[in-house]
C-alpha cells in the first residue's frame, strides 16, 4: 500500500527565509510524486510534479529514491506563499488515484 | 471554458435526508474521484470511477455511493445523513496517460456539507 507522510503540520518561517516543506513516501514501484497548493479560499491545485522537474513559484522539488522523499524547497518565502500544502503520489506511473500527505500548513511572517 | 464543477457549493441539512451531490466535468477526462477532507486536514478517496458504468470504492469506508452513467457527470448521493457525514467533498478528475492530455488531477470547489 502507498502512503505519505508529512512531518509537520506546521511550518512557520519569516518573509524572506528558506523554506523546506518535507515529504516521505512509502512504495516499492514507480510512484509518480506531486506537490498540490490550496490558497485560502481557492481550489486545490497543483503546484508541481516530479516528472516536469520545473520550478514554479520559485518552488523546486526534486525525487529522492534512495531516501524516498520529495522534499518542496523556496530559497527565499512571500507572504503569499502562505497555504496549505500537500505532497501527493500516484502509484503505476500515474494510473491510480492520489494519495495525499496529511498536508502542511505554511505561515510566512512578514 | 474547461472547468470541473460542484453544486451546491454549501449544504446544510437534516438527519435522515437524502441528498445527492453534483460533479461534473468540460474537460474531457475519463477518469473522476471523490475525497472527503475535514477543514485543513488530509484527503481521503472515497469513490474512483474509470469511465463510464465503473465504479470502486477508495480507502475511506463510506456509506455514500456514485454512479457514472455519462463521461462528465459523477453524481455522490448520501441515501440517509448523519451528523458523521459533515465535512467537505471534494470531486477531482484526470485523464489517463496516452490520451495526449496532462494527467494531473484537477479539483472542484468543494462542497461543504453539514448535517444537522
Known amino acids: 500500500a502507498q502512503r505519505v507522510t508529512q512531518p509537520e503540520k506546521l511550518l512557520s518561517v519569516f518573509k524572506g527565509a528558506p523554506v523546506e516543506l518535507k515529504c516521505n513516501y512509502s512504495?516499492?514501484?514507480?510512484?509518480?510524486l506531486f506537490w498540490y497548493v490550496q490558497y485560502s479560499r481557492q481550489r486545490l491545485q497543483l503546484l508541481l510534479r516530479?516528472?516536469s522537474r520545473e520550478s514554479i513559484k520559485g518552488f523546486t522539488a526534486d525525487l529522492n529514491k534512495g531516501e524516498t522523499s520529495f522534499h518542496l524547497k523556496k530559497p527565499f518565502a512571500q507572504e503569499e506563499d502562505s497555504a496549505m500544502y500537500y505532497c501527493?503520489?500516484?502509484?503505476?506511473?500515474?494510473?491510480?488515484?492520489?494519495?495525499f500527505g496529511k498536508g502542511t500548513r505554511l505561515s510566512v511572517i512578514a | 471554458e474547461a472547468d470541473i464543477y460542484q453544486t451546491p457549493r454549501y449544504l446544510v441539512i437534516g438527519t435522515g435526508k437524502k441528498i445527492t451531490l453534483e460533479c461534473s466535468q468540460t474537460?474531457?477526462?475519463?477518469?473522476m474521484y471523490w475525497y472527503q477532507q475535514d477543514p485543513g486536514m488530509e484527503l481521503h478517496l472515497i469513490h474512483y470511477?474509470?469511465?463510464?458504468?465503473?465504479?470502486e470504492k477508495g480507502d475511506l469506508s463510506s456509506e455514500s455511493t456514485v454512479s457514472r452513467i455519462r463521461t462528465e457527470h459523477f453524481p455522490l448521493t448520501l441515501e440517509s445523513a448523519r451528523p458523521s457525514h459533515t465535512s467537505q467533498y471534494l470531486c477531482?478528475?484526470?485523464?489517463?496517460?496516452?490520451?495526449?492530455?496532462?494527467?494531473?488531477?484537477?479539483f472542484g470547489q468543494g462542497t461543504r456539507l453539514t448535517v444537522v
Open positions: 512504495y516499492s514501484g514507480s510512484p509518480e
Open positions: 474537460m474531457g477526462h475519463d477518469k
Open positions: 470511477s474509470y469511465g463510464v458504468n465503473s465504479t
Open positions: 501527493a503520489l500516484s502509484a503505476h506511473s500515474g494510473n491510480t488515484p492520489l494519495v
Open positions: 477531482a478528475s484526470s485523464a489517463s496517460p496516452g490520451t495526449g492530455m496532462s494527467t494531473e488531477a484537477f
Open positions: 516530479h516528472i
